[in-house]
């Protein structure tokens, strides 16, 4: 008699036989039929609220077309509700690359290739598999008739020969996706060449930039970079290269300011919420740890502690800017060449083992990096990568119970009613919304508890040293498909099967250990338990359709912001933010569609009827992700499609992982039957399968791998054309050590946004503050967020400091007790993204690679701007614009940066506060002397001053360079070698 039968006479004893076998055999028809219904029917009704929204809300089903500028712009589309459909269907995949850029290609492509792959696979799947699997059965079980529908699929009531079909289904199912992977490899290999010989790449600067880090002491110099890459690969033109800088805590001082500023701004929000009826009592904090010893431990008015806590923190940050010349060179550095050719080929020669011990990669964008992972050494990375991946294995470990409790109880109630008599009652007496809730309940939690992992995985490998944020992004890819892999696949469907095998030698031992063994069948209880598991898995299949119908509807987005408006008081910052795009999670959703790859795969062949689910899931994905990647959602940094290759070696995974089912499969049911001898050939003739994977990883990696990632693997040669792809020759203006200099010496420190509905109340709330000299800070009615106390950094490793000049006094700082934090007012009808796209502070986090509303900060200057001598090897001129020019400065507005501020920006590296002179020599010095010592190269100096703008005795000209320009230099006992000017 079934266990299960049987009234528990002890709820423990009860427990442990729930966990030996989770899932009965006869598969409940109200689950699945809850779960088609629930899966289908909400998918339905999301996609027709979709269709009926979208063309009447911009702001939240088209932010990236709203904000994009021409370049990056999609589609216009009809405002019919499936007026969306044409434009989606239209488009090609090479506009899609200038459009979305190529990681959302490669996307996409993937996409395409899952929903084709599972398409053959259904066709061989139903069409060899269910026919086996009926007519085998239905010969052999005298029961068949009262065999639930979806279980006569399953081969647990087959025996012998008839495994052959699955033998010839694992060849056909892994010859289908090695094909399509070599297809689709092509296809990736070509658009990243073509994505090398596009304009943006072959004018960006890490496009031909190294970074090196772990550099021995003995080598941080500029000119130790070069002597170490020059080890690597000798080539015929020598870099540019800067050494970083310690900013030592630099950085932490603008996360604490930036969390202040936000903190302000939460308080004044619900403080000022309503202006005409203040609550009777200011808002009170606790004052931060390091603040605790001036204001003690006692809650303080919360408006005067965080507005004196920003002045402090600004104070702190000029303080450390000042002086970070003097600081101690780092163990990172970068090294930029005049040819993309060059540092591909010394990144290529020193993939393996780099010079001096140091490492060498091609560098990434300067807003990718992980600046703070950058001078680590191997010692604390080895030590980090140790104790966070021991506490991901104990994670692993802790996750098992809440999984085994999930699979035991949620997927069948009537195991909880075993140990829960009063559940049980209820349940007999509500059969079909029990069931109803089973079939959606069980899905729903495994999903829900998967939300939280990529969050917690993204800190551990920030914390143990990744150097950018797209290889962490493809580490969170592995690192997900692994913990999916062996919780939900592993552990979640076999460890029921297994205990109940532990339970059964257990029961046995009297007969002895090994005959115990011998008599469990293991092989035939794990295939039993796998093919009950089935079923959860078919349904955990169906409930993906709605959440594909859930990120089309953007529901998430729309009830978060709605609760956010209706719910809480939003600051301005965090209502711009809400209309921006929305980053596209590319850990996320990879790893969806690698779950349902390797699930498809796995429990395809004890379940065909997956294989069709899964195909249609895919079909509707890849018509809904391609409106999304263009009308939604934004690349926040492009990687040049490098996670194909990772993707390419986990689909390899899940085919092997299918096999090995197969095998399981084969060995329990076909060879163990009377025939063992002879049918033990089934098993051997599957030993190629691995063989075979490995073979053709091993083609890829000979004919793909290298040519995806270097643009080339020989140096730049006189013989090939140098020119641009323009036509121009290029020009040695990159200014790498600008350029990628660290954030924290330029960054610009944000403002605190007040809605302006509250600016007269601004004065009472710092009338202790309102006046500032003979300024007042509140007479402006839009503050800028750029009229901060922060530095300029013109030159070198952004390693000088500009003191903020007074707007009112030009060529005066502003007095230190003037550097008070101010307010920026904004209207209700300026909060909206579109008004702050082109602001720094919004741009970093929400402005698609930089590139989405603009000019590409990565972008070298334009062809034919005349080369500013910026970093020859650290040394630095001082490049200033005309005494003519207009001054940027524009506190009356909050809105975005003029495109010639932009294009400025860009150009220089840096971005010059408003209110700062960029000429405050020229007001004052007719002329500078320039002493250039007498060496042999001092002729080949004046020419160069000259085209900058000097005249032979070294002296500014009026008119400065041709780019409107002017400079002047110092040259020092250091600077008199050949070797800083040969290149």
């Not at 892994?174 to 290999?189: E, H, K």
């Not at 890490?206 to 000119?223: G, M």
């Not at 964008?365 to 990568?385: E, S, V």
């Amino acid at each position: 008699m079934n266990v299960y039968q049987r009234q528990p006479v002890d709820s423990t004893d009860q427990f442990l036989n729930l966990i030996a076998d989770p899932f009965q055999a006869e598969v409940q028809q109200n689950s699945i039929y809850a779960a088609i219904v629930y899966a289908f029917a909400i998918s339905g009704a999301l996609f027709l609220l979709f269709c009926f929204l979208r063309p009447r809300n911009s702001r939240v089903y088209a932010p990236r077309a709203k904000h994009a500028d021409e370049k990056h712009a999609p589609r216009q589309l009809d405002r019919k509700p499936l007026g969306w459909i044409p434009a989606i269907r239209d488009v090609k995949e090479q506009e899609l690359v200038e459009k979305i850029g190529l990681d959302a290609v490669v996307f996409l492509r993937f996409l395409r290739m899952l929903r084709n792959i599972f398409l053959v696979l259904t066709v061989f799947g139903c069409g060899i598999l269910i026919p086996v699997n009926v007519v085998g059965g239905s010969a052999f079980y005298e029961q068949w008739d009262n065999i639930a529908t979806l279980m006569k699929f399953t081969p647990q009531y087959i025996f012998g020969p008839k495994f052959w079909a699955f033998v010839l289904c694992s060849y056909l199912f892994q010859g289908t996706v090695c094909g399509f992977l070599w297809w689709n490899y092509r296809a990736v290999y070509r658009l990243k060449r073509a994505y090398f010989q596009s304009t943006d790449y072959q004018q960006s600067l890490h496009s031909r930039t190294l970074l090196l880090t772990h550099i021995p002491e003995s080598s941080r110099t500029d000119d130790g970079i070069a002597e170490l890459v020059d080890t690597a690969k000798p080539t015929q033109t020598l870099p540019r290269t800067a050494i970083g800088r310690n900013v030592k805590d630099l950085p932490k001082l603008i996360e604490a300011h930036d969390e202040a500023v936000r903190e302000l701004e939460a308080v004044l929000a619900k403080y000022l919420n309503n202006p005409e009826r203040l609550p009777e009592k200011r808002p009170v904090c606790e004052p931060e740890k390091d603040d605790r010893s001036t204001y003690g431990k006692r809650e303080v008015d919360a408006i005067d502690y965080l507005t004196d806590r920003i002045a402090r923190l600004e104070a702190q940050i000029k303080e450390v800017r000042e002086s970070v010349d003097k600081r101690n060179p780092t163990s990172y550095g970068f090294a930029s060449y005049p040819h993309i050719e060059d540092a591909h080929a010394v990144a290529y020669a020193s993939k393996k083992k780099g010079p001096k011990g140091c490492d060498v990669y091609l560098a990434p964008k300067p807003h990718d990096l992980l600046w703070q992972n950058l001078p680590m050494t191997r010692r604390t990375r080895r030590a980090r990568m140790f104790w966070d991946g021991l506490w991901v294995i104990l994670f692993t470990a802790a996750y098992i119970v809440p999984n085994i409790a999930t699979s035991v109880f949620l997927s069948d109630f009537s195991h909880l009613g075993l140990v829960w008599p009063a559940f049980q009652t209820n349940l007999a007496a509500h059969p079909t919304g029990w069931g109803i809730a089973q079939g959606i309940l069980a899905p729903t939690v495994q999903t829900l508890i998967y939300m939280g992992i990529p969050v917690m995985f993204r800190r551990l490998y920030t914390h143990s040293g990744d150097v950018s944020k797209t290889s962490r992004e493809r580490h969170v890819t592995a690192r997900l498909y692994i913990f999916f892999v062996f919780n939900n696949l592993i552990v979640f469907s076999v460890f029921g099967s297994a205990w109940r095998f532990v339970a059964t030698v257990i029961a046995a031992k009297d007969q002895g250990v090994w005959e115990a063994i011998r008599n469990a069948h293991v092989f035939s209880q794990v295939m039993t338990g796998l093919c009950n598991m089935s079923t959860f898995w078919l349904t955990w299949q169906m409930q993906k359709n709605l959440s594909a119908a859930i990120d089309i509807a953007q529901a998430w987005p729309l009830v978060w912001s709605y609760i956010q408006r209706k719910l809480f008081t939003p600051t301005p910052r965090q209502l711009i933010e809400l209309s921006a795009p929305q980053p596209f999670m590319y850990a996320e959703y990879y790893n969806s569609y690698l779950q349902v790859a390797v699930v498809g795969l796995t429990f395809g062949t004890l379940q065909p009827i997956i294989l069709p689910v899964t195909a249609f899931y895919l079909i509707i994905e890849c018509w809904f992700k391609k409106y999304m990647v263009q009308y939604v959602l934004i690349t926040k940094t492009e990687s040049g499609g490098r996670f194909w290759r990772l993707l390419v070696n986990r689909m390899l995974v899940s085919v092997a992982l299918g096999n090995a089912v197969i095998a399981l499969v084969v060995g329990a049911q076909g060879v163990g039957s009377i025939n063992s001898v002879s049918n033990g050939n089934m098993l051997y003739a599957m030993i190629p399968l691995p063989l075979l994977l490995l073979a053709f990883k091993w083609y890829c990696k000979r004919a793909f791998d290298d040519r995806l990632i270097y643009y080339s693997t020989q140096p730049f040669s006189d013989a090939e054309d140098a020119a641009s792809p323009d036509g121009k020759k290029t020009k040695r203006n990159d200014r790498v050590a600008v350029r990628f200099g660290h954030p924290a010496l330029y960054k610009k420190l944000i403002t605190p946004m007040v809605h302006a509905k509250s600016q007269h109340l601004l004065k009472e709330l710092y009338v202790h503050r309102a006046s500032i000299g003979d300024r007042n800070i509140f007479d402006a009615p839009h503050r800028r967020s750029t009229d901060r106390a922060m530095p300029t950094t013109p030159y070198g490793y952004s390693d000088v400091f500009m003191a903020e000049m007074d707007p009112s006094e030009p060529g005066k700082p502003v007095p230190v007790a003037q550097n008070l934090p101010g307010v920026e007012l904004v209207a209700e009808e300026d909060l909206d993204f579109e008004n702050f796209k082109k602001r720094a502070e919004f741009r970093e986090e929400y402005g698609g690679d930089g590139g989405l509303y603009g000019r590409p900060e990565d972008l070298i200057s334009r062809p034919g701007t005349p080369s500013t001598f910026a970093t020859l090897n650290g040394s630095g001129f001082f490049p200033h614009k005309v005494a003519g020019e207009a001054s940027t400065r524009a506190s009356s507005t909050t809105k975005r940066g003029s495109d010639e501020e932009l294009s400025r920006e860009h150009e220089q590296g840096v971005s010059y506060e408003p209110g700062y002179q960029r000429t405050p020599l020229r007001d004052h010095f007719e002329e500078v002397d320039v002493q250039i010592p007498a060496t042999p190269f001092a002729e080949d100096v004046l020419q160069a001053g000259r085209a900058a703008g000097q005249d032979s005795n070294g002296r500014l000209l009026r008119d400065g360079g041709s780019d409107g320009h002017e400079y002047f230099r110092g040259f020092g006992d250091e600077d008199t070698s050949y070797d800083r000017y040969r290149g």
